[in-house]
Every structure is written in C-alpha cells, then in structure tokens.
C-alpha cells in the first residue's frame, strides 16, 4: 500500500510564491486523497503488490481501470510536482550544461520560461506543463487531467500543476501570475538534471 511522500521541504518554505496555507490542502488534503482513492481501488486486487509505476502502465489504456490510473498518476504527478520545486531560501540555476542544451533546443533561457509559461496557461482546464528530454531534444508539453508524457525516448525533467487547487488559495482565478512566480523563483534545476 501507498503512503503519503513526504516534501522535501518545510510548507513554509516556498513563501511568498505558494503559501504554507496552500500546501495544507494542495498536499495535506488533494495529495493525501489521490493516496488514498487508490489504495482503497487497489485493495485485494492484482495490483495491489504493483509499484506505482507499473500501476500507472498497467491501467492507462483500460478504460474500466480509468479511476485507478487518475489517481496512480496523480499521486506520481505530485510526488513529481514537489520535486521540481525548491526552497526560496535555496538558489538554483541551471547548469553551465543545462544551460547549453536550453540555448540548442530553446534559444535561451527567457525563450524556455516563455514556452513554459505559454504551455501551463494555454492548458484548458485542469492539467500539467511538463519540461522533457525527447531523445536527448528539450521541449516543453502539456498534458490534461492526470495524463503524463509517455512515450520511448521521453524524460519527464520538471513539471508545473495548473489544477486550481495549485494556486487558486493564493492567486485566486490568476494562473499566468501563479506561474510566472513558479518559473521565476522555484524551479529545481538540479531535479531537472538528476532526471536528463
């Protein structure tokens, strides 16, 4: 069975871009339920001894298993989410070599975050903004839902949650501002580059 992962950071610690409040429903409670949801589906079944991984590819293309891949992918999502973001107090930049492959594939760092950003407020309801390697190219996607990039070749490197319940505490209906501030002060370069 599945437990809450814990964050790897204090809620306090992505102030003032999300607030501590935020992280008590946004992980504490929407988090905790995706756990849960799925363990409860799971209970006494085939997939109950499963990883979370292989529950996602067993489940992703049954239609009759459509709850329990949602909230499989959903608890990876997020686990995924926590990782991709960093303290305030911790700076994190690019790396000379992350910094390369940005300015091959991208143009430049401002040219990412704008695609970025362009993905994440571009998605249509609830959803996700992914950075990926394609076969060593960098691109940004989106996915809707609890999809995830999939695909041979593709590394998810940091992902963006664009659900309201993301940000709707702090910015309320403004998801470009709850974005921006995420690109701009959050994002862990150093997951990003474990993951290439």
């Known amino acids: 069975m599945f437990t809450l992962s814990p964050l790897p950071f204090s809620k306090e610690a992505l102030e003032p871009h999300i607030s501590a409040r935020t ?3 946004h992980y ?3 988090h905790q339920a995706y756990v849960d949801n799925l363990n409860k589906m799971i209970s006494g079944t085939n ?4 990883s979370l991984e292989a529950i996602i590819m067993k489940t992703a293309a ?3 298993k459509k709850a329990i891949f949602n909230n499989a992918a959903q608890n990876y999502n997020h686990t995924f ?3 991709s973001l960093r303290p305030v107090a911790e700076k994190s930049e690019p790396s000379p070599k ?6 091959t594939d991208f143009g430049g760092l401002e040219n990412l975050y704008s695609e970025f950003k362009n993905a994440a407020i571009s998605q249509f309801g609830s959803g996700w903004a992914w950075l990926v390697s394609d076969n060593g190219k960098l691109k940004i996607l ?9 695909g041979e070749g593709v590394k998810m490197l940091l992902t963006l949650d664009v659900w309201e319940h993301a940000y709707y505490l702090d910015y309320q209906n403004r998801r470009a501002d709850f974005v921006e501030a995420v690109l701009r ?11 290439l």
Request: hydrophobic fraction near 40%; glycine fraction near 2%.
């Open 23 to 25: 992280l008590e429903f």
């Open 28 to 30: 504490g409670k929407h």
């Open 47 to 50: 997939l109950e001894k499963e």
């Open 62 to 64: 049954e239609p009759d």
């Open 81 to 83: 989410f926590w990782n």
């Open 98 to 103: 992350m910094l390369e492959l940005i300015k």
């Open 142 to 150: 989106k996915t809707p839902n609890a999809e995830l990039p999939n």
């Open 185 to 195: 002060n959050l994002l862990n370069w150093s997951f990003a580059e474990n993951n």
